[in-house]
Structures are given as C-alpha cells and as structure tokens.
C-alpha cells in the first residue's frame, strides 16, 4: 500500500524558513519521481516543485524560484522541501505527490501558515 506522510508545516514569520518531509512507503521508492503541490484557501492546488529519481532533475515554479529547494533521500525513502524566505502568499497546505503503479498518490497535508 502506498502511503506518503508529510510533516514540518507550522506557523513561521515572514522571511523565516521550514523544512518539510515527506515519508513514503509502499512501493520502490527510488523508481520514481515525487512532487510537492501546495492549496491555498480558495484557490486551486498548485505545483511546487519536482525531483526525479535521483535528484539529478528538479523543477520549480517561478513563484518559489531561489527560496525553496527539493531534495530526496532515498536511503530514507523521504523528500523534503527546504523553504527560506517565506511570504505570507506560500501561505498554504502542502501535499507530496507520486504517480505510482498508474494511479496519483497523495498525503495528508501538511498547513504551513506565514504570518507575523
């Protein structure tokens, strides 16, 4: 069974930092690439970043370019999201994100809350 288990979010002043993790389990971790979105009230889910298998490609959207950073362990079986430089608009529920054995697979989210 696939399960992915966030942790880290909380509530953090703006220009402060976090770090998310990402637990997964049930499937062969190192086969596939993982994403964090994030869902802000109101608004639609939204894609974060990207890692590949590896960690040799990663990706990001231009809203956390140069603030964030991906990154996997895969001894650990777990992706974490380094986030610097917080603003009030990152603001959000953060989810991991694989597409394994054909189906999407989420966690439970993780709120990280920006504000002073």
């Known amino acids: 069974q696939v399960q992915l288990v966030e942790s880290g979010g909380g509530l953090v002043q703006p220009g402060g930092s976090l770090r998310l993790s990402c637990a997964a389990s049930?499937?062969?971790?190192?086969?596939?690439?993982i994403k964090w979105y994030r869902q802000a009230p109101g608004k639609e889910r939204e894609l974060v970043a990207s890692i590949s298998r590896f960690g040799g490609s990663k990706k990001y959207a231009d809203s956390v370019k140069g603030r964030f950073t991906i990154s996997r362990d895969n001894a650990k079986t777990t992706v974490y999201l380094q986030m610097n430089s917080l603003k009030s608009e990152d603001t959000a529920v953060y989810y991991c994100?694989?597409?394994?054995?054909?189906?999407?697979?989420w966690g439970q989210g993780t709120q990280v809350t920006v504000s002073s």
């Open positions: 049930g499937f062969t971790f190192s086969d596939y690439g």
């Open positions: 994100n694989a597409l394994v054995f054909g189906d999407d697979h």
